[in-house]
């Protein structure tokens, strides 16, 4: 089995990890409400979501969210 031949320091390793740090998230606006919301996610203010086609923008109203 491979072993490291020298242990990573802390320096050497916290420069790696600079990297992997997670990115914000694309928002992008509510085609009915204007709200900001992820990509590709349900709007959680009015519960509508964009479909696009081959043929342009096209929308689907989504069934209601319930309150219970
Ligand atoms: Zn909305």
Redesign the pocket.
Known sequence: MAVPKFKISKSKKRKRRTHDKISTPDLVP?G??G?SIPMHRI?P??G?YRVRGKTGPRTRQVIEQDES
């Open positions: 509510c009915n409400c709200l709007c203010n009015c509508h």
